[in-house]
């Protein structure tokens, strides 16, 4: 287990990938990336259960995540290098032609780690599910964890697979929510509003946990909570910043989808700590 000092270290180094991963694609998804940096840190360094020696698709015998916000690519990349999935030097080829590691999530080229192609926003929850309902059938009592964006919670599969998962009692699911507040083409309130996100989840019969997602003791409460099987799925909904821990891209929709050239790099370069060592 890590310390939340550690931890913290870990996200800097996550971001700091993230930046100089999209700045030399000249192109990607930094300002989501950066607000689900300490979610996905948490997750994969002290919650999961998962192990890249042992890793396959299929999940069987071991925890699983979704990246339903396929578009957070920088960021699932630099947490599963960092976790140990595949080399770390292999974050420089973002984006690049004949890479495994392309703008969205592909299963094609076998990257570790990665049980599904996403990008589609809405989907990636929806096969969580399904893998949770096939855990249950396989008597599996492992966890499978999905990441939506606040923005893509408008798309209306995410609201069949809330049907679906409560219906068929999936305590074994873990939905979390990166309500940073914002989406591609601006503030989420502005563009369909999710109005009280909460009571409609609990309205959909699942258990509501609600959480600081750059509070890493808070972040870690809430997967506790999750943890409990009362014949319910769980959904977290933490509340972050947009492009979090680099100031030009907090709290707008600016940075959602668009690289920083090499000087704003090192400016945002310059706010984040190297703790693991760059690629
Ligand atoms: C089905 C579908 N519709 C539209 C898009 C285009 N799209 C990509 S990201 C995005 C906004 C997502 O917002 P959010 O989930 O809040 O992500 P964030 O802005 O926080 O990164 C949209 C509409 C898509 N990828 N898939």
Known sequence: MKTNRELAAIASQLRRDIVRMVSAAGSGHPGGSLSSADIL???YFNVMEHSPATWTRSAAGQDAFFLSAGHLAPLYYAVLARAGYFPVSELGTLR?????LQ????VTDGLPGVHRASGSLGQGLAAAAGLALGKKMDGDSHTVYAL???GESEEGEIWETAL??????LDNLVGMTDVNHQQIDGRVEDVAGLENLSEKWLAFGWDVICADGHDFASILDAFKLAGKR???PKM????TVMGKGVDFMEGTHEWHGKAPNAELAAR????LDETLGDY
């Open 41 to 43: 840190t948490a997750l």
């Open 96 to 100: 690049r032609f004949g890479s495994r």
């Open 103 to 106: 703008g969205h999530p592909s």
């Open 148 to 150: 939506c964006g606040d």
């Open 164 to 169: 679906f998962a409560a219906h068929h009692g």
């Open 230 to 232: 009362d014949g319910k």
């Open 236 to 239: 977290i909904l933490f509340e």
């Open 268 to 271: 945002a370069l310059a706010q």
